[in-house]
DNA sequence: CTGAAAGCGCTTACAG
DNA sequence: CTGAAAGCGCTTACAG
């Protein structure tokens, strides 16, 4: 072990240089056979394999980058780790960056623009060859604009679709989303089909989307649109009971609910409940995301379903293609969702 | 911007080096100025911000990590994403990082020990300054082992509290909060409580805890502990499902359910709605956990709460004292828990 | 099959 | 207030 650092906060690590001292080779020697490049005596190889067990060597992987100007390592950058959404994504990712020989570090930032350019910073800094992004609202312009300074960037579900050098994007096809879900409550015979959805308010752009899918159904079956049917509340448990009480109290209540999201879906399965209305016998009802909890109640809950592992996966797939390609140009990929047709529908 | 490099799959990246040629300075000059030392005249410093500016100019904090031995980053190791118990210990985590100037990175290894040691290999390879982890049960003396060799590690909830240099464990006090939760059930005049429970087949060892503490307060209160009122089951919604069938199906039901967790709890509830069982009046109801369904679904159910955030924050406290004095040896610790009580009990 | 030299991007003493 | 030198741990050409 080498020399004395009382400053340091850590232990004093062995080199490569120990272990080269310790059995009496060159340095260029022992790195020959920490990365199996050949050349190199059976012999000598043994000994040296040895003496990094003996000593406990861990090559130092930001000594290599910085040789190498590549790490194999990407990273992953979300808001936050509550949305069920972003862990399974993440799961994804994980898999298919394993499956390249690639290692994932993920970091958070649940507060913002400011704070998400702060950690893409950071990761570039500590040297990963790419950032996939679960991105936030209203940082466009400053992604953009560290993808051109040399941070190969993938985006999952931004707003818009982004083109530029060094960049990438995917969207799960949200509209497409509802105009199936809708679809189906058409084919199940329904007429008064409500929207129970988030407060426009949002800087997520989703709820449009959702809701130009719902109208497009609409239009495509020649129902009318009935502004009166769109309930908007808070896209929680709590919201969805409150647009059933204000929906189920219209002189002409609904036959159907398509729901923002799983969480509005079974805040409106338990007020339907509560007020005597059966699902889906009076009320059919769709959610929207496919939480785990969508068959842990009763009935169990038609909803749509983005494969979010499979989206983590695409986008590590669209990441190494930036990293080969790096002077392509792409345009922006749409992800394909699709409808668990269950019990509450 | 400096020299091509054709094999490389990085676009050519500003250094310090191409910002003092630029401004006309020794590198030296420049790096005072990003490190804010000072001793600097106003005019060079200004053009200096200046160039960082115009280059787009982030130094390389792995060639700093080289230099300093410090990174000022700490990793996380997990099972899996999907987990809610461990994303929230990782929002914990990562805020109390962020509030002494630490960056946390992050990753999971879904598949066991093997795993669990290449990442902690790589996070260690990537220069982090110290380790949480979620452990994995059966990694322990591979633990041990890795935070001798000069990795400070912190092990959440790992079966056995473990000693050693260079590492501290802190654990939920499952026992306590068992005991809480019957001792509840007991004030509120059950006298045939239920335990409904994993299958003992796990190698995590939590289940026993929980069951000893069921004893323990079962004993406080001068009840007999009766082997019939314990049901085990998968530890999912089916599985609580399950365990009502059974325990409602004995000569002498139980007036009371305490469940392994919150979505045995879950199903609990749904089965005893199903066969004609009012709760709270006919069957008392607490689970474990206090995941965010508790309060979604009627009753609120009642449980048994640790506060994950929290945890995630000691255990930072826990890593940089290790960091600060790494010679001291110290104990293992217990981190309390609350019962959270709601319309189900 | 093995080694001496140079350098990745940066900072830390040391001089001026 | 500013700079030249040495070195963190490693690898990449180049020699022998």
Redesign the interface.
């Known amino acids: 072990v080498n020399r004395e650092?009382p400053t340091?906060?850590?232990?004093?690590?062995v080199t490569l240089a120990d272990v080269a001292a310790h059995v009496g080779v060159s340095p260029r020697t022992v790195s020959r056979v920490v990365n199996d490049q050949g050349g190199c005596s059976d012999e000598t190889r043994l000994r040296i394999l040895a003496a990094i067990d003996e000593l406990?060597y861990?090559?130092?992987?930001?000594?290599r980058?910085?040789l190498n100007?590549?790490?194999d390592?990407i990273g992953l950058v979300g808001r936050?780790?509550?949305d069920?959404f972003f862990?399974?994504l993440?799961?994804g990712v994980?898999r298919a960056a394993r499956r390249i020989g690639r290692?994932?570090?993920?970091?958070?930032t649940?507060e913002g623009p400011a704070r998400q350019r702060e950690?893409l910073?950071?990761l570039?800094?500590?040297?990963v060859?790419g950032v996939i992004v679960f991105s936030i609202p209203g940082s466009e312009a400053d992604l953009l604009h560290m993808a051109e300074?040399?941070l190969?960037l993938v985006l999952v579900n931004t707003n818009q679709p982004l083109e530029g050098p060094?960049i990438a994007t995917i969207q799960a096809d949200l509209h497409d989303g509802a105009v199936r879900a809708v679809q189906h409550l058409v084919e199940r015979g329904r007429k008064r089909i409500a929207f129970a959805t988030d407060r426009m308010t949002t800087v997520h752009q989703t709820a449009p989307r959702r809701q130009a899918g719902y109208r497009k159904a609409l239009a495509n079956a020649g129902i009318r649109y009935d502004e009166r049917l769109v309930a908007h509340a808070a896209n929680t448990?709590e919201g969805g009971r409150e647009c059933v009480r204000r929906l189920m109290a219209l002189p002409k209540p609904p036959d159907a609910i398509f729901a923002y999201n799983d969480?509005m879906a079974?805040?409106a399965l338990?007020e339907l409940r509560?007020l005597g209305a059966e699902v889906p016998d009076d009320v059919a009802l769709v959610g929207f995301d496919d939480i785990a909890?969508c068959t842990?109640v009763?009935p169990r809950l038609t909803s749509v379903r983005i494969d979010r592992n499979l989206l983590g996966e695409r986008a590590v797939a669209l990441l190494q293609d930036l990293?080969?390609h790096?002077d392509e140009s792409r345009g922006a990929e749409s992800f394909p969702v699709e409808l668990i047709v269950r019990e509450s529908s």
């Open positions: 650092r340091s906060v850590r232990r004093a690590v406990g861990r090559p130092n992987l930001m000594a980058s910085l100007n590549r790490s390592t936050e780790l509550a069920p862990t399974e993440a799961d994980q290692t994932m570090f993920f970091a958070t649940d950690i910073t950071s570039q800094g500590h040297g060859d300074f040399g190969p060094n448990v969480l079974i805040g338990q509560r909890i842990a009763v990293l080969e790096p």
